[in-house]
């Protein structure tokens, strides 16, 4: 689940359902992806679960449009990822290096 784990809705209505859909979201399991699209566009309508969706793939194309622009990785996220970069060989690719967070 996003954040630390524990049930909540964020203190805003349909929150324990948005928060579900944007952890399926990024997630590997189609069924509960299914499931938690199902259960917006019951509680909440079709409209909702468009806007929702939408807000979704916004976040991920603005980190695309950051990467291709070189925006630089802001030094203090680049601390707290400095393990998680290594580990999984992300600072071995030219554009990482470029921006002065690679090898």
Do not use: Q, Y
């Not at 349909?14 to 499931?35: K, Q």
């Not at 976040?59 to 925006?71: P, Q, S």
Request: net charge negative.
């Amino acid at each position: 689940m996003v954040g630390d784990g524990a049930p909540s809705d964020g203190g805003i209505p349909n929150g324990a359902r948005l928060i579900r859909f944007a952890t399926a979201v990024l997630g590997d399991e189609p069924e509960e992806l299914a499931a938690a699209r199902d259960d917006i566009a019951a509680a909440m309508g079709g409209a909702a679960l468009t806007d929702t969706a939408a807000v979704a793939a916004l976040f991920n194309a603005i980190d695309r449009v950051a990467d291709a622009t070189g925006i630089p990785l802001e030094d203090v996220k680049a601390e707290a990822t400095a393990d998680f970069r290594a580990g999984i060989g992300i600072d071995d690719f030219a554009a990482a290096s470029e921006k002065g967070h690679g090898a």
